[in-house]
T-cell receptor, first 109, second 113 residues
Framework: DAKTTQPNSMESNEEEPVHLPCNHS???????IHWYRQLPSQGPEYVIH???SNVNNRMASLAIAEDRKSSTLILHRATLRDAAVYYC??????????FGAGTILRVKS | DTAVSQTPKYLVTQMGNDKSIKCEQN?????MYWYKQDSKKFLKIMFS???????INETVPNRFSPKSPDKAHLNLHINSLELGDSAVYFC????????????FGSGTRLTVV
């Protein structure tokens, strides 16, 4: 599975949008971009995934660069409940989920 | 309605003991996983079963033996527990061969003393 690079940590203010970046310059054409998050003392939780086009769901939006070498997870209005570790993961179709270190998101009230 | 449930939530035991962790999913998924999260918070895949058959075994000591009686259950038995086995163990499930997300349980915190 191709490698991703994420900032170790980010901070946001409550009620403001958050843009979590992910670089994946060695992504292959068959790699899907997945995002998961892990809230304190909980199991990882699926957030969103995409291949080439931008994606929206009730939790977040995923913006994928045209060359697919980077992507951004967008939380439109951060709340205290969004404080978590966010993982950007590349998965070839049907393959296993391999976690990196992720980005620790802190949300300030 | 818990989608992926693990029992027990906490487990404290002495070195050398044998213990089991149970996992059940009611999502109708055909593939289940065990992940280990150590004190440094890294999540590592251990095993995967698809329709009761082992498909992933990530160089885990043979003291760890997964068992899948049916596709809705994946249990983890650990023999001769060691201090280094202390971690949080997560069970997960998904539909194999699709690109839908994994669903994780809330974890079992194992402490070996």
């Amino acid at each position: 599975d191709a490698k991703t690079t994420q900032p170790n940590s980010m901070e946001s203010n409550e009620e403001e949008p958050v843009h979590l970046p992910c670089n994946h310059s060695t992504i292959s054409g068959t790699d899907y971009i997945h995002w998961y998050r892990q809230l304190p003392s909980q199991g990882p939780e699926y957030v969103i995934h995409g291949l080439t086009s931008n994606v929206n769901n009730r939790m977040a939006s995923l913006a994928i660069a045209e060359d697919r070498k980077s992507s951004t997870l967008i939380l439109h209005r951060a709340t205290l409940r969004d404080a978590a570790v966010y993982y950007c993961i590349l998965i070839e179709y049907g393959n296993k989920l391999v976690f990196g270190a992720g980005t620790i998101l802190r949300v300030k009230s | 309605d818990t989608a992926v449930s693990q029992t027990p939530k906490y487990l404290v035991t002495q070195m050398g003991n044998d213990k089991s962790i149970k996992c059940e999913q009611n999502l109708g998924h055909d593939t289940m996983y065990w992940y280990k999260q150590d004190s440094k918070k890294f999540l590592k895949i251990m095993f995967s079963y698809n329709n009761k058959e082992l498909i992933i075994n990530e160089t885990v000591p043979n003291r760890f033996s997964p068992k899948s009686p049916d596709k809705a259950h994946l249990n983890l038995h650990i023999n001769s527990l060691e201090l280094g086995d202390s971690a949080v163990y997560f069970c997960a499930s998904r539909d194999y061969g699709t690109n839908y997300g994994y669903t994780f349980g809330s974890g079992t915190r194992l402490t070996v003393v």
